[in-house]
């Protein structure tokens, strides 16, 4: 394979471990679900692994590829602390679809009651 070609499959290496872990960390919804889903385990598993292939590669990728998987890595790293700082308590809201359909089932319950 030529030089480019491993240059631009690196980045999408990254990159695709960059949107794995902004969705474990809630800051993007699940493709597949259309929700928001935190996964912290997950996303520090990730980082690891970003971190694993950022101590693999030291002098066998070029500055460029060096400069955005440190800077992906601090990002992430950064986002991991903020949402692990909120708590459990800070789950994503309902939406107002499921608030509604919540609010319907309860009335249904009580009706029956």
Do not use: C, H, W
Request: charged fraction near 35%; glycine fraction near 4%.
């Amino acid at each position: 394979m030529n030089d480019d070609k491993n240059k631009q499959l690196f980045l999408s290496l990254i990159y695709n471990f960059q949107m794995q872990t902004m969705i474990q960390l809630g800051k993007l919804a699940n493709p597949v679900s259309g929700k928001i889903e935190k996964e912290l385990d997950g996303a520090q598993v990730t980082i690891d692994m970003l971190d694993m292939l950022k101590e693999k590669t030291v002098s066998n990728i070029s500055d460029d590829e060096k400069r955005f998987l440190d800077q992906v890595i601090a990002d992430l790293k950064l986002n991991f602390v903020e949402e692990k700082a909120k708590g459990p308590s800070d789950e994503p809201a309902e939406s107002a679809e499921e608030k509604t359909d919540a609010a319907g089932a309860e009335k249904t319950e009580e009706a029956k009651s």
